[in-house]
């Protein structure tokens, strides 16, 4: 298998061990799945789904942020608790990852339940040199660390305008470099608290995911993914911090997957055109969802427009009604292209495009009765089964 890793920014060998070690940064559960939470997860999906093909364990790490500065707000202008917030929300999000047929997680670690760990984290830091402290607020000094910024390739300035777009604080004057980022910050009255040595407070959302990655999966991790948006800052803050506590590789393979929009505007929230999982699965059967994100590249910023869905809708009724017919052509070659495209940078069009053609050679004829199975085996890779008929929703 051979993959796309961010840091080295070119197509590498992925040759992990026997099992495997991923963690994918999951959700802050402030609202509902949307398209853009679906394509990346279901990418991870697919890798995992051919890895366990070729014979690895894989152990998959998905966290849920369900403490930051994402989901405080919206639960101050809700008027309800954010831990109430939180679980409805992630709640929601279950039942749409089961619909899409997705692998459940080996461990799905809450931010809440781990801040003893990040304590212990930032304290190994300051013991190191690599923090300071101003107001009660902990930041983590990036001139303590010599390659900050290789994770993203970015240059500085660069990583201060997104660092500004994302969360970060690069204009703030307690810090001493624009890049620093926080680690613990003093709580809000209505806002959520723990002890620390630096005072009360909440961890900053960086030192939430190293804390439960390293804490479950070991100092170093084969691969760690999540959507484009993440590489700066979250990404490369937390290498920085989980390299300068332990000294050894944090991630040896980087893995991110492209934006969705949403008919040439950008998705989000402000603008409303947010596209729900939850939504588009009351009209349509959710393995067509599969297929249409898998028209794409993980990789691609792309489109998702309305007629999407039927297109998809229609190409699962082909491949159903082909898994049902007794023969086929010989599948061999198909499984051999769709097996080579998935370990070619995970190129789901192509994979895709290799089911429609079998699909199509089987309605044309042929006798071997082992099309049907091989197809619906292929179709299972893919995570799309075809041993039943499509849903029609009204």
Known sequence: MRLFDTARAEIVPFEPGDEVAIYVCGITPYDSTHLGHANTYLTYDLLIRRLEDLGHRVRMVRNIT??????????????????????????????????????????????????????????????????????GTVFFDVSTFDSFGAVSGYDEATMIELARERGGHPDDPRQRNPLDFVLWQPSQADEPCWISPWGPGRPGWHIECSAMAMGILGETIDLHGGGSDLIFPHHECERAQSEAVTGTTFVHHWMHCGMVAYEGTKMSKSLGNLVFVSELSKVADPRAIRLALMAHHYRDDWEWF?????????????????????????????????????????????????????????AAGGDDTSAPIVLAELGALCGVRLDQPATRRP
């Open 306 to 362: 309305d007629t999407d869905i039927d297109a998809a809708s229609a190409l699962l009724d082909q491949l159903v009604a082909a898994a049902a017919l007794p023969t086929g052509p010989d599948p061999t070659p198909y499984a051999d292209r769709v097996r080579a495209a998935l370990d070619d940078d995970l190129d789901a069009p192509t994979a895709r495009q290799v089911l429609i053609e079998l699909a199509d050679a089987m």
């Open 66 to 135: 369900d403490v930051d500065d994402s989901i405080l707000p919206k639960a101050r202008e809700l008027g309800v608790d954010f831990l109430e917030l939180a679980a409805a929300e992630t709640a929601r999000f279950h039942g749409d990852m089961e619909a899409l047929g997705t692998r459940p997680v080996d461990v799905e670690p809450h931010a809440t339940k781990w801040v003893d760990e990040m304590v212990d984290l930032i304290g190994r830091l300051e013991a190191g040199g690599h923090v300071y402290e101003v107001e």
